[in-house]
């Protein structure tokens, strides 16, 4: 893993909150992800935008998780942007992708 710190920036892309991470996620620096996630309001659907992400362990997608679980929970919807192979090879082998809609491009967002 590299000392690559984190980047968590929100914005809005046509009208749907968009949480954008780059760098690492990890221990250090998860609950860093979980406020970022908690401070979105959406009215009905959130995008995650992790194009720029270059690692993510088990408490930064336990942060993705809890909130996701939430959001679906209140009929609102979750929407993760994954372009990388590995990083979409973690989702499916912890059946996160599942449980949200996975998409490769926030161009794609409904």
Known sequence: MSEQLAQ???????????VSISGDIDLSNAKLL???L????????????????????????NAIAQYGRRMLESGRDVYLIITRPPLR??????SLDQ????????????
């Open 38 to 61: 908690e401070g979105v309001t959406a009215q009905d659907a959130v995008a995650i935008d992790m194009t720029e992400l270059a690692f993510i362990d088990s408490t930064g997608l």
């Open 8 to 18: 968590i920036d929100v914005r809005e892309h046509q009208g749907t909150p968009v």
């Open 99 to 110: 449980h949200f809609t996975v998409l490769t491009s926030l161009d794609d967002l409904p």
């Open 89 to 94: 090879k973690i989702f499916e082998i912890t």
């Open 34 to 36: 979980r406020d970022a």
